[in-house]
């Protein structure tokens, strides 16, 4: 059964810094990895999509790579702002998607 | 813009009294499915649909129901809502089941009181 764990719960940092979060997944056959931004009491926007095959995926101050030996991606970002703050979410799919815990993020002024 | 589309954003209702939550894309995607948020459980998933007039039960189905008549709407229908099911609930489509890329909608809170 997939299971996915995120660390770390929670962060808080101050803006600019450059930050990596970390995605486990205990079954490494998957097909895809998918990073979500989740602001309070809303939606979840999608961010980035690992295919299997690729090792790495960039979108702005994003960058998510994937290990699948390792059963692992992180979620880079650079140069935080305040604006960044938020839950983030990885999942990977099933027959539906298995998400993580999730790591909620404060970037402060 | 592509989107998924949930209505009403804020609900609240009292017990037994049945309600439907809307959801529809625009993106032409076949796999549509409902989950619900709660505090200490994550993202459970409901129903879900692979294509028009096929859906399935997801892990937390009890107490729900859901139709796919066409292939853009997939509603949430609660026959007799009870306190338990107060809960964030989104809606989410990918466009060939969920190995593909999936768009969540804004979410419906719902508060059974």
């Known amino acids: 059964k997939q299971e996915v764990t995120q660390i770390p719960a929670a962060l808080s940092v101050p803006e600019g810094e450059n930050l990596v979060l970390n995605c486990s997944f205990t079954?490494?056959?998957?097909?895809?990895l998918q990073w979500f931004r989740q602001d309070p009491g809303k939606g979840l926007t999608s961010l980035l999509l690992?295919?299997?095959?690729?090792r790495e995926q960039t979108s702005g101050r994003l960058n998510a790579s994937l290990d699948k030996s390792s059963g692992r991606s992180t979620l880079y970002i650079a140069a935080s702002q305040p604006g960044d703050s938020a839950t983030y979410l990885c999942?990977?799919?099933?027959?539906?998607?298995?998400f993580g815990t999730g790591t909620r993020l404060q970037v402060f002024p | 813009e592509a989107q998924v589309t949930q209505n009403p954003r804020y609900l609240i209702t009292v017990t037994g009294k049945k309600l439907t939550v809307t959801c529809s894309q625009n993106?032409?995607?076949?796999?549509m499915s409902w989950y619900r948020q709660d505090p200490g459980l994550g993202l459970r998933q409901i129903y879900y649909?692979?294509?028009?007039?096929?859906?399935d039960k997801g892990d937390v189905p009890e107490g729900y129901k859901v139709s796919r008549k066409e292939k853009r709407n997939f509603p949430l229908i609660l026959e007799s809502p009870s306190p338990n099911q107060t809960s964030l609930y989104f809606c989410a489509s990918s466009l060939v089941g969920m190995n593909t890329e999936a768009f969540f909608g804004q979410g419906t809170r719902l508060t059974v009181v």
């Open positions: 999942a990977v799919p099933t027959d539906k998607l298995i």
């Open positions: 690992i295919q299997s095959s690729q």
């Open positions: 649909s692979m294509n028009v007039e096929v859906t």
């Open positions: 079954d490494s056959a998957i097909y895809n």
């Open positions: 993106m032409n995607h076949e796999y």
